[in-house]
């Protein structure tokens, strides 16, 4: 496993293999393999599950289930490129479910546990009406200030888009909280799934969470209005930050096109960005960093003197390598994985693992909530907005084509247009990433 920075990655993944011991009675590695040896079952992702890793070796005898890790930044890219080369991991992780991995990957519509999460969630992500993705608990998601360096500039968490401003012009004058371009603005997720995310964020408060904007909304994703029209206006926040010269969009740009860029993150822990996009689990790794800075998050926030927002969507999302139908003990394996993770104490791990919010399942699972990141007060109080409701083919394309636009490469009519039409040519469930 490559070396990672102290930020964003462990050294490794202490996985627990446990020998079978002579003289207890034959566990499942006998009922299941026949040969008494454990089935190595792996999977690439950008952090560390232990917990449900532990789960699933004492739940099954026969398997010994291995994470390796990437960063945040490249899993996609080198799970793309691994299954490309037939060499992908038994388990397959991804943060585009509507991009080419979907096409690497099994039908799991006829197993029990494809109908155990909300139809909500799963509608939204099916692919030519088959279920090959399963989601990942749910994390909120906002903006991770440098409160230490905020105080540092003569300012404090910001509370309103005009104070959101004022901290970056302060942190790109000082050059404190900048990097050698003068940007403070970062995302910690550049996929375009997460930069689309990111944008409807941007866009809540003083729009989706509003009456206007919920009716807009309800009304679009029932192709009754268009996108091209209403959206200008509210996408103003986003092209402003590249605009006046806050956020570079060719960063973000080469990141969804899956090149080396330095994670925002990390760039935060460096003082390079004063803000950046992110979740909850982005703002533990930046704090078990061992830097000294206080950081905290908050929500998306309002220019007109509307409620701030915070955003809730799947982490990532799991399905099972399609070259795993040739085994069919190794197929086993995956799916009974896979079963257990759709399972409450399965999800339950996860949600410790990733310190996300809450799970998708249609049955209750205790969740670790929004504890200890300045979001607590804005969750109580009803302001989270689930950008889910979206179809992530949509949210996908918002990302890259508003990204394209804030770099002039793109009109924003011409980009509204083609989401007005992927969203007229929908027929049923489908995300259009095949048709």
């Known amino acids: ?104 990957v099994l039908d799991l519509s006829a197993n029990a546990f494809s109908a155990d999460f909300t139809s909500s969630t799963m509608d939204l992500i099916r692919r030519g009406g088959k279920t090959i993705w399963l989601p990942m608990p749910g994390v909120y998601k906002g903006l991770i200030v440098n409160r230490t360096l905020a105080r540092e500039l003569g300012k404090d968490v910001p509370e309103s888009l005009q104070e959101l401003k004022a901290l970056m012009k302060a942190a790109k004058e000082a050059g404190a909280g900048a990097d050698e371009n003068g940007f403070t603005f970062g995302a910690a997720e550049m996929d375009e799934l997460s930069v689309g995310e990111m944008i409807l964020g941007t866009m809540i408060p003083d729009f989706l969470g509003t009456m206007e904007g919920e009716w807009w909304a309800n009304d679009f994703l029932g192709k009754k209005v268009d996108a091209k029209g209403i959206l200008e206006e509210p996408l103003s926040l986003f092209f402003s930050l590249a605009s006046e010269g806050y956020m570079d969009p060719v960063c973000i740009y080469k990141g969804m096109a899956q090149e080396s860029i330095a994670p925002a993150a990390e760039r935060m822990v460096l003082r390079e960005l004063s803000v950046c996009s992110g979740n909850s689990d982005t703002l533990h790794r930046i704090r078990e960093s061992g830097t000294e800075d206080e950081f905290v998050m908050i929500p998306f926030l309002s220019g007109a003197g509307h409620p701030p927002w915070v955003t809730t969507a799947p982490a990532s999302y799991l399905g099972v390598n399609r070259a795993l139908a040739e085994d069919e003990k190794k197929l086993d394996a995956a799916l009974r994985l896979l079963e257990l993770f759709a399972s409450p104490e399965g999800q339950a791990a996860v949600l410790r693992d990733t310190r996300a919010s809450m799970s998708y399942l249609n049955e209750p699972v205790e969740g670790s909530g929004a ?65």
């Open 1 to 104: 496993m490559k070396k990672r920075s102290a930020y964003y990655f462990l050294t490794g993944i202490a996985v627990c293999c446990l020998a079978a011991c002579s003289g207890k009675p034959e566990g499942l590695e006998g009922q299941k393999n026949g040969t008494g040896e454990k089935l190595t079952v792996t999977a690439l992702y950008y952090t560390e599950l232990p917990e449900f890793e532990a789960l699933a070796e004492s739940s099954f005898k026969d398997i010994d289930l291995q994470i390796e890790q990437e960063s945040v930044s490249a899993y996609n890219g080198v799970t793309l490129q691994r299954l490309k080369e037939g060499q992908g991991q038994d388990l397959v992780f991804t943060s585009m479910p509507r991009g080419e991995a979907g096409e690497y």
């Open 371 to 435: 504890e200890n990141t300045g979001l607590e007060r804005y969750v109580e109080e009803g302001y989270v907005y689930n950008t889910n409701r979206f179809y992530a083919d949509m949210t996908g394309l918002l990302g890259s084509s508003m990204v394209r636009v804030s770099m002039g490469g793109t009109e924003l009519s011409e980009a509204l247009s083609s989401i007005d039409s992927l969203n007229k040519n929908r027929t049923g469930h489908n995300t259009g990433a095949e048709e």
